[in-house]
């Protein structure tokens, strides 16, 4: 079959079995299937346990462990970068493999063992082991993980099933920093009793992934929906197997092939196995450098917060609040947000999320503050998340054929988080020279540039997409 003639997921399979296939849309209004809610909790037990130790850990290395806000930032950057060593290779395995379930056990059980290594971590060495340990971890399920949800949801609702997906994940990220505030309220200065909660939450999720989520394949899952006929079976026979086909119909001979029936007779065509070349599509290459300019200019959470605190003197077991005001502002706006997306285009509402987050920096860096503008510096993070986090998987899953699907989402997720690490250095630099106001006023005149190259960048990236109704 020529190179044109191919059918990917991501390419409306109804149009070569006929007429007679119930048309797409109205599995939109159908609510997200029980794969979403799965990876959900799985999410959101995993959240619980990462941010309760991410709440309290800003404060422990500056007023604890007395780093300076230089060395934070390389912390920091570890933190925020680190899981782009192997984020691309998380999803280079899921997608060779096709086995992204047990690609992302394998990142959520590494996780789960480090927050065991924070027990007895005592030094600024052992604590960034256990760190990059932790963040490596997280760089190899994300893909794998977000590839079963776009595998498991219609292309029209992916911003949805991502939406409800993060809103999930940031239930758990909200419940964290309470937890770590509840432990330290009661016993202040319990950094180890944190980190005990904190690993009986992995554990807990790690358990739910392994027995309840489904085994997605989504190699096997293109080629048994191209398989379908008119009436929505599938021949489908074991390697070897003789097929028979018909006018009309796709059968499979080989678990990773199809036979389509054309003018010139049975023609077969292989499910096409992961290429870096696919990655280098035009429209991917623009999100991709959007992603880059736009995660530079991105000040982590941790270093506004601390410019919050250090800004208002707050009592520090008041810190993990901040996390949490976030958070919630991030679970309410995420399904809204996805579905806003899908709507009016998630590269508008990807661009449009970052101009929150410029609203937010101008709250930090005003000299004074107080209760009312640090709560609107927190609702603006929150809104900036929830208009970027999973938009930005959503928007690079169309943009690639399914059977590398999660080594494109793990390629913009790389170049975020590698952006990211290069954001802490350059403001822990400036704050270090300059201060903490003028280190975020100069990042919030970087972002508005940021801004508009990244519109320029993501104007019609989405055209070509909707006009084929790509997956």
């Known amino acids: 079959m020529a190179e044109g003639a191919r059918v990917y997921l991501s390419d409306r399979p109804r149009e070569l079995a006929g007429p007679a296939r119930a048309p797409a849309a109205p599995a939109a209004r159908r609510g997200v299937?029980?794969?979403?809610?799965?990876?959900?909790?799985?999410?959101?037990?995993?959240?619980?346990?990462?941010?309760?130790?991410s709440a309290v850990l800003p404060l422990y290395l500056t007023a604890v462990l007395g780093l300076s806000p230089l060395a934070y930032g390389f912390v920091d950057g570890l933190y925020q970068g680190v899981s782009a060593l192997v984020r691309i290779l998380g999803g280079w395995l899921s997608d060779r493999a096709d086995r992204p379930k047990w690609v992302a056990f394998a990142g959520y059980a590494l996780s789960a063992v480090t927050k065991a290594l924070l027990l007895p971590a005592n030094g600024l060495t052992a604590v960034t082991a256990v760190i990059t340990?932790?963040?490596?971890?997280?760089?190899?399920?994300?893909?794998?993980?977000?590839?079963?949800?776009?595998?498991?949801?219609?292309?029209?609702?992916?911003?949805?099933?991502?939406?409800?997906?993060?809103?999930?994940?940031?239930?758990?990220?909200?419940?964290?920093?309470?937890?770590?505030?509840?432990?330290?309220?009661?016993?202040?200065?319990?950094?180890?009793?944190?980190?005990?909660?904190?690993?009986?939450?992995?554990?807990?999720?790690?358990?739910?992934?392994?027995?309840?989520?489904?085994?997605?394949?989504?190699?096997?899952t293109a080629v048994t929906a191209a398989g379908e006929g008119p009436a929505g079976d599938a021949t489908a026979t074991r390697p070897g197997d003789a097929?028979?086909?018909?006018?009309?119909?796709?059968?499979?001979?080989?678990?990773?092939?199809?036979?389509?029936?054309?003018?010139?007779?049975?023609?077969?065509?292989?499910?096409?196995?992961?290429?870096?070349?696919?990655?280098?599509?035009?429209?991917?290459?623009?999100?991709?450098?959007?992603?880059?300019?736009?995660?530079?200019?991105?000040?982590?959470?941790?270093?506004?917060?601390?410019?919050?605190?250090?800004?208002?003197?707050?009592?520090?077991?008041?810190?993990?609040?901040?996390?949490?005001?976030?958070?919630?502002?991030?679970?309410?706006?995420?399904?809204p947000c996805g579905r806003l997306a899908d709507r009016v285009g998630r590269a508008k509402v990807m661009v449009g999320g970052h101009l929150l987050l410029l609203g937010a920096y101008l709250c930090a860096a005003r000299p004074t503050g107080g209760f009312a503008l640090t709560l609107a510096c927190l609702l603006l993070l929150g809104a900036f998340y929830a208009s970027t986090d999973g938009v930005l998987a959503a928007l690079a899953s169309t943009l690639v054929p399914q059977s590398i699907r999660a080594s494109g989402i793990a390629t913009a997720q790389t170049v975020v988080a590698v952006s990211r690490f290069g954001s802490s250095l350059l403001f822990g630099v400036l704050w270090s020279a300059w201060g903490r106001s003028p280190a975020v006023s100069i990042m919030a005149a970087g972002l508005l540039v940021g801004v508009t190259a990244a519109w320029l960048l993501l104007r019609n990236v989405e055209q070509p997409q909707r006009q084929g109704d790509a997956a």
């Open 133 to 220: 340990l932790d963040r490596l971890g997280k760089g190899l399920r994300t893909a794998p993980r977000d590839a079963i949800i776009a595998t498991a949801t219609p292309p029209e609702s992916r911003g949805r099933a991502f939406g409800v997906h993060r809103a999930l994940d940031t239930t758990g990220a909200a419940v964290g920093p309470l937890l770590a505030f509840s432990i330290l309220w009661l016993v202040p200065g319990d950094y180890r009793g944190v980190f005990v909660a904190s690993l009986a939450a992995a554990l807990l999720g790690l358990a739910l992934l392994g027995l309840m989520v489904p085994d997605v394949r989504p190699r096997r």
């Open 243 to 335: 097929t028979a086909t018909r006018p009309g119909n796709l059968t499979a001979s080989r678990p990773d092939t199809t036979v389509a029936t054309g003018p010139a007779g049975p023609v077969a065509t292989r499910a096409p196995r992961p290429s870096w070349r696919t990655l280098a599509e035009p429209r991917f290459a623009r999100v991709v450098a959007a992603a880059a300019v736009l995660g530079l200019l991105t000040i982590s959470d941790g270093f506004l917060y601390l410019s919050l605190q250090q800004r208002d003197d707050f009592a520090e077991r008041w810190f993990p609040l901040l996390f949490v005001g976030t958070n919630v502002a991030y679970l309410c706006l995420a399904v």
């Open 33 to 53: 299937g029980s794969t979403v809610l799965l990876l959900g909790l799985v999410s959101l037990l995993t959240d619980v346990s990462s941010e309760s130790v």
